[in-house]
């Protein structure tokens, strides 16, 4: 019985000092309000701007960089939690406060031409907290605070007195934690905390101390001043411009990033062809040099182009390079965004006569084909108007012609012979699957195998019924303009 009495007080001793449940102790929102609140902040992810702990921050916060804003702030927040082990090592008293007694100098290297955005001091500590796991409350808050802020939340440091749970006293002491700013909202996270009541990093987070509104901050007495004099420090991370450089395959640039709105910036092009200059999303040349000085007020993204090449995502080392640029130099073709070709999307049926009309230079003129399913002032209207009235297409029994739906090798070619109304005698086809080609399309494939549209694929398949995509069709395309040049000649 004695040994029964003991157990039963040994396991109330424990369970009295382990931080199994602290009774709210922080008044933190619960996990799905506080996910529901992160995710509707529109992020604007804030570079430091030192180099070595930018490199240190992505390489902790990289593989969440995709995901919802809650799960990457959550991820910031147990990396301190679990990372940091609370020591007063880094500092010359053992004691709060004394966070002025910090006494590691790491060396970090501001990017040339940027300005700080957050103070150098909160940048040493939160780079030694991050590469040496050390620190004590306030270097828990800078690591995070710039965690958030890299992420894209404005984040602050703010220190004071906190009242500290029953289990640990119930005391009041010096104690440093941060401030997120949500939309004009002020949300408290104190992973220091948190560490505590997790038995130090070894258990399960309760979070408490994730998100706790302003209204629930009881344990927290601010040092008013003090904080808004370092919250001054620090630059909104809406206060900064992201300079975006997209650039043709012979072509690299150098010096994008985040710069505070109304910073000088300069980018370089590095080309290996003749450099065109540098473009807006609509073609306006900006800048014919290969560097390119502006102010950035607000975020922007730039064009760098080299010659004979107006996409970005069209390689040199590509198949089908030299027929995208040449059928967008003679205006057949448009990209799918600024300088985008989109290769391997599909092309739809408008899409396809679209880009035939547009070579065969329809004047609009045609009369209204009729189908159920064009639309009045579409972008393709007057290309499949066209198409009917020059016997390139008859759309559907149920008079539809179907617009958005893909189109086929197959059903693309045989449009393409029929424009074409040559009289040229088709050539037997070797295809290995030449039996899957339908009864309309025989013929027409069997003349564009003599014109020499049809190159097949390496296995000996010429695949009818597959869906053309953007970097066939036009290539397609171009080889007819490339044979219908040389008749005329």
């Known amino acids: 019985m004695k040994r029964i009495i003991a157990l039963i007080l040994l396991w109330a001793m424990l369970t009295a000092v382990l931080p199994v449940n602290v009774q709210a102790a922080g008044d933190a929102l619960p996990m799905q309000k506080a996910k529901k609140l992160l995710n509707s902040v529109e992020l604007c992810p804030q570079k430091t701007g030192y180099i070595e702990l930018d490199r240190a921050l992505e390489e902790v916060l990289g593989d969440n960089r995709d995901e919802d804003a809650f799960t990457q702030i959550k991820a910031a927040y147990d990396w301190t939690i679990h990372h940091i082990n609370f020591s007063w090592a880094p500092y010359s008293q053992d004691w709060a406060p004394a966070y002025d007694c910090f006494n590691v100098t790491h060396e970090l290297t501001l990017e040339e031409g940027r300005r700080e955005v957050i103070p150098w001091e909160v940048a040493n500590r939160a780079y030694h907290a991050l590469t040496r796991n050390e620190g004590v409350c306030y270097d828990y808050a800078a690591l995070f605070a710039v965690m958030a802020r890299y992420i894209g939340i404005d984040a602050y440091i703010h220190t004071g007195m906190f009242t500290f749970e029953a289990i640990y006293?119930?005391?009041?002491?010096?104690?440093?934690?941060?401030?997120?700013?949500?939309?004009?909202?002020?949300?408290?996270?104190?992973?220091?905390?948190?560490?505590?009541?997790?038995?130090?990093?070894?258990?399960?987070?309760?979070?408490?101390?994730?998100?706790?509104?302003?209204?629930?901050?009881?344990?927290?007495?601010?040092?008013?001043?003090?904080?808004?004099?370092?919250?001054?420090?620090?630059l909104s991370v809406k206060d900064l411009a992201n300079v975006m450089a997209v650039s043709s395959s012979s072509c690299e640039v150098e010096g994008e990033g985040l710069y505070p709105s109304g910073s000088e910036v300069t980018l370089e092009a590095i080309c290996d062809k003749p450099f065109l200059?540098?473009?807006?999303?609509?073609?306006?040349?900006?800048?014919?040099?290969?560097?390119?000085?502006?102010?950035?007020?607000?975020?922007?993204?730039?064009?760098?182009?080299?010659?004979?090449e107006y996409f970005r995502d069209v390689k040199a080392s590509d198949w089908y390079f030299d027929y995208a640029n040449e059928a967008l130099r003679k205006g057949i073709v448009s990209g799918v965004d600024a300088y985008q070709f989109a290769p391997q999307?599909?092309?739809?049926?408008?899409?396809?006569?679209?880009?035939?009309?547009?070579?065969?230079?329809?004047?609009?003129?045609?009369?209204?084909?009729?189908?159920?399913?064009?639309?009045?002032?579409?972008?393709?209207?007057?290309?499949?108007?066209?198409?009917?009235?020059?016997?390139?297409?008859?759309?559907?029994?149920?008079?539809?012609?179907?617009?958005?739906?893909?189109?086929?090798?197959?059903?693309?070619?045989?449009?393409?012979?029929?424009?074409?109304?040559?009289?040229?005698?088709?050539?037997?086809?070797?295809?290995?699957?030449?039996?899957?080609?339908?009864?309309?399309?025989?013929?027409?494939?069997?003349?564009?195998?003599?014109?020499?549209?049809?190159?097949?694929?390496?296995?000996?398949?010429?695949?009818?019924?597959?869906?053309?995509?953007?970097?066939?069709?036009?290539?397609?395309?171009?080889?007819?303009?490339?044979?219908?040049?040389?008749?005329?000649e």
Request: a negative charge; glycine letters at 8%.
């Open 277 to 308: 200059g540098w473009f807006d999303a609509d073609g306006v040349l900006l800048c014919a040099g290969e560097s390119y000085t502006f102010v950035a007020e607000t975020s922007v993204c730039v064009y760098a182009m080299c010659e004979g």
């Open 345 to 488: 999307e599909p092309l739809t049926r408008a899409m396809a006569l679209t880009i035939l009309a547009r070579y065969a230079g329809d004047d609009s003129s045609a009369d209204d084909a009729g189908f159920l399913d064009v639309k009045h002032n579409s972008w393709y209207e007057s290309a499949v108007n066209w198409a009917v009235e020059n016997d390139v297409t008859k759309g559907y029994p149920d008079n539809t012609f179907r617009p958005d739906a893909h189109i086929s090798r197959e059903e693309f070619i045989t449009m393409l012979v029929r424009y074409a109304a040559s009289d040229v005698e088709g050539t037997k086809l070797m295809f290995t699957d030449k039996g899957l080609i339908s009864d309309y399309a025989r013929k027409p494939m069997q003349r564009a195998n003599t014109i020499g549209l049809l190159t097949g694929y390496d296995d000996g398949t010429i695949r009818p019924n597959n869906e053309l995509t953007r970097a066939e069709g036009v290539a397609i395309l171009m080889r007819l303009v490339e044979w219908l040049g040389e008749e005329e």
């Open 169 to 234: 006293g119930g005391n009041v002491g010096h104690h440093g934690w941060v401030v997120l700013d949500i939309d004009g909202e002020y949300y408290i996270f104190d992973s220091q905390r948190d560490y505590r009541l997790s038995g130090n990093g070894t258990m399960a987070i309760p979070y408490e101390y994730f998100a706790i509104p302003m209204e629930d901050s009881w344990r927290y007495a601010q040092e008013t001043e003090l904080n808004a004099l370092r919250d001054a420090q620090f």
